[in-house]
C-alpha cells in the first residue's frame, strides 16, 4: 500500500534552516508529482511546493518562494523541502502529498516549530 513517511521537523530558530524528507513506498514513485503542504494552527492546509516528474525544478507558493527549494531522489524514493530564512509564520505540521488514480494520500506530518 502507498505510504509517505515524513522527517526532518524541529524547532529552530527564525532565520535558521532545515530539511525535511518525506521516503514513499508502494507505488512507482518517479511516475508522479509530488508535493508538501503545511498546516498551522487553526489554519487551513496549504500547498507548499510542487515537483514534478523528471523535473529538477519544483513550483512554490509566494509565500516560501526564494526561501524553500523542493527536490526528489528516484533512486531512493524521496523527497526534500530545504526550508532556509525560517520565519515564524512558518510554523506548522508540514504533510507530503501524492495524487494517484485521482486518490490523496497523505503521510503523518512532521511539525515545524520556528521561535526564539
Known amino acids: 500500500q502507498v505510504q509517505l513517511v515524513e522527517s526532518g521537523g524541529g524547532l529552530v530558530q527564525p532565520g535558521g534552516s532545515l530539511r525535511l524528507s518525506c521516503a514513499a513506498s508502494?507505488?512507482?514513485?518517479?511516475?508522479?508529482?509530488m508535493r508538501w503542504y503545511r498546516q498551522a494552527s487553526g489554519k487551513e492546509r496549504e500547498l507548499v511546493a510542487t515537483i514534478w516528474t523528471g523535473s529538477l525544478i519544483g513550483t512554490y507558493a509566494d509565500s516560501v518562494k526564494g526561501r524553500f527549494t523542493i527536490s526528489r531522489d528516484n533512486n531512493k524514493n524521496t523527497i526534500y523541502l530545504q526550508m532556509n530564512s525560517l520565519k515564524a509564520e512558518d510554523t506548522a505540521v508540514y504533510y507530503c502529498?501524492?495524487?494517484?488514480?485521482?486518490?490523496?494520500?497523505w503521510g503523518q506530518g512532521t511539525q515545524v516549530t520556528v521561535s526564539s
Open positions: 502529498h501524492v495524487v494517484i488514480t485521482g486518490r490523496n494520500y
Open positions: 508502494g507505488f512507482t514513485f518517479r511516475d508522479y508529482a
